[in-house]
């Protein structure tokens, strides 16, 4: 175990220099609020260590668009110490927070090479929210989310894939079944998804296959709300469904989703009517839940949480009774602000200008101050809808325009702006999509990791150590073939994550979907080769 202490306390190790004798600041997550708050302390007299579980900083709004192969992971996610490597003061470390004891101000995390204590002296908590699948976890088994680049990229191969297959299937229910897409979720990042598979559909593929018309290809976007785009107001909700339908998606709303498997998912009308929807390829972009360690906050504070598990926080963004701990971004619960961006930037450099206050002796600032600089959503090329203020609401090419702007204006590195507006051009002007390359890992890690997970759960409780020898071998195997990397710990495992945790003790089933998914293109594995039957090419 490494022990991290600050200047006050005695050291036993340290791998971050101490001897500057400052105040410590520990932050969790490089996403935007975790980014922000460590710029915010760039001039600070102040150490600051970032702790985070990924080596980057993702730009979610644009995860959909490496998920339908218009941008690439490195665009909208770079590595967080080389965006940081001018601030001298700052200090990223990889690692998974799994405890902060906030009466001994400390924080362990967890890496491939053991446990660390970092000991702070202010802490800014940034970890984000998970997707929820509203108490259905088995569902992402089948429907992945949309939070983090393994998501993207699970789901650019699964989409890609389902072309894939409608091409090779000899039966027209079967392809009917591999070229259906169902995205759950009418909210900004479940249109931008139907909005894009759709596009796909209908302007970049439809030359490249030969036996299927994949113009022919469903995309159903499904919500439980009356409305796609709520939030939106009612002029832009309705202006995103008609253009979403122009472009060929079927929007069925008051549908909810009461199960998802391998072949399709289950709905419930409004009117108690239920129905199946065959499909092959779903998409999760319902529900969020925030980080589990708000709930750990909570408990040792005594700050209530919400139902998505934010943490209600002192007008400050302190945890109360505990000034030294700021929560922020779409972990905190104040005033019904909503989980964007904005929020999470805003409260980060908030935060970071409060340690200042107190450092240089000053009375505490004004309350947090959320200012709404407005929302957008793109439907597709061309067409957004925006909503600035209580006036402005527009829906055309002129809300598109406004989102490009604000995107790459946002994206992180100057090389990233150029190489997405490249990207866009060849996409939205033309019609390629230049990151389509899918591998067999990118879709299955997941589900291996799960099993692996969860064979490793069984064989903690089996009695006969032959058993369990022979089962770590067999875990450890599949661990390598899914290519755990310990560059990437990745978000912490949520609520409705496909696993392991909700099911310690269940054998995932052999995913005969996902062998079929990926045996038929990807970085085949040579000794599939030699396994499998000569397949005869189909006739068109
Ligand atoms: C697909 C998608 C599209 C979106 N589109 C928009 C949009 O168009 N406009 C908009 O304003 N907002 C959008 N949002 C919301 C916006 O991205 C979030 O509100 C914002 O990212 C919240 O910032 P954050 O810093 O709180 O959390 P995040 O950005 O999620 O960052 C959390 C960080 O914490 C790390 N972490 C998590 N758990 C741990 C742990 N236990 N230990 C260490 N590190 C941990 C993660 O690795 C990550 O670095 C979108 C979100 C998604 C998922």
């Given at each position: 175990m490494t022990v991290e202490t600050p200047a006050s306390r005695p050291a036993t190790s340290s791998q971050v220099d101490r001897t500057s004798g400052r105040h410590r600041v520990v932050i969790i997550g490089s996403g935007f609020g975790g980014l922000w708050a460590t710029e915010g302390l760039k001039k600070a007299p102040v150490d600051v260590i970032m702790i985070s579980g990924t080596s980057h900083h993702l730009f979610q709004p644009l995860l959909y668009q490496v998920a339908t192969g218009v941008l690439s992971e490195g665009e909208v996610a770079p590595a967080t110490r080389e965006v940081l490597k001018k601030q001298k003061n700052a200090t990223v470390l990889l690692g998974r927070v799994t405890d902060i004891d906030i009466a001994g101000k400390t924080v362990t995390s967890v890496s491939p090479l053991g446990t660390t204590v970092t000991a702070y002296d202010s802490l800014i908590v940034a970890a984000g929210a998970g997707q929820s699948y509203f108490g259905n976890d088995q569902f992402s088994e089948w429907a992945p989310g949309m939070k983090s680049i393994d998501d993207a990229l699970e789901l650019r191969g699964r989409i890609f894939g389902c072309f894939e297959l409608a091409e090779l299937a000899e039966d027209p229910a079967e392809q009917e079944e591999w070229l259906t897409f169902v995205v759950v979720g009418a909210g900004p990042t479940g249109v931008e998804m139907a909005g894009q598979i759709s596009e796909l559909a209908?302007?970049?593929?439809?030359?490249?296959?030969?036996?299927?018309?994949?113009?022919?290809a469903k995309v159903i976007l499904l919500d439980a709300?009356?409305?796609?785009?709520?939030?939106?107001?009612?002029k832009l909700s309705n202006a995103a469904r008609q253009q979403l339908e122009s472009i060929g998606v079927d929007v069925e709303l008051n549908a909810k989703v009461v199960g998802v498997d391998n072949t399709g998912v289950d709905i419930i009308d409004a009117d108690g009517n239920e129905r199946r929807i065959r499909c092959r390829c779903k998409v999760w972009a319902a529900g969020v839940s925030a980080s589990p360690l708000g709930k750990q906050l909570a408990e040792q504070s005594g700050a209530e949480i919400d139902r998505a598990g934010r943490v209600n926080v002192n007008p400050d963004l302190t945890l109360p009774g505990h000034p030294e701990v700021f929560v922020v971004g779409d972990m905190m619960a104040l005033n019904?602000?909503?989980?964007v961006a904005q929020v999470a930037m805003q409260g980060g450099s908030y935060a970071a200008v409060q340690i200042v206050r107190r450092l240089r002796g000053e009375p505490p600032g004004e309350p947090f101050k959320y200012f709404d600089k407005g929302s957008m959503a793109t439907i597709s090329r061309f067409h957004a809808v925006a909503s600035v203020g209580k006036k402005v609401h527009l829906a055309g090419f002129f809300a598109w325009l406004m989102w490009l702007a604000v995107h790459v204006m946002y994206l992180i590195g100057f090389k990233n702006r150029l190489t997405t507006m490249l990207h866009w051009a060849v996409s939205f002007?033309?019609?390629?999509?230049?990151?389509r390359t899918t591998t067999r890992q990118q879709i299955v890690a997941r589900t291996l990791m799960a099993r692996l997970s969860a064979t490793e759960e069984a064989l903690k409780t089996q009695q006969n150590p032959d058993e369990i020898e022979s089962g770590e071998t067999a875990a450890a195997d599949v661990s390598g073939a899914a290519g755990d990397s310990a560059a990437d710990l990745g978000p912490?495992?949520?609520?409705?994550?496909?696993?392991t945790s909700s099911a310690p003790n269940r054998q995932p089933e052999t995913t005969d979907s996902v062998d079929e998914l990926t045996a038929a293109y990807g970085d085949e594995r040579p000794e599939d080769r030699d396994a499998a039957p000569a397949k005869q090419a189909p006739e068109s």
């Open positions: 209908h302007r970049t593929l439809p030359r490249e296959f030969r036996r299927i018309d994949t113009r022919k709300a009356p409305a796609v785009l709520g939030a939106f107001g009612d019904n602000l909503p989980g002007i033309f019609r390629g999509r230049s990151q912490e495992p949520v609520e409705g994550r496909a696993s």
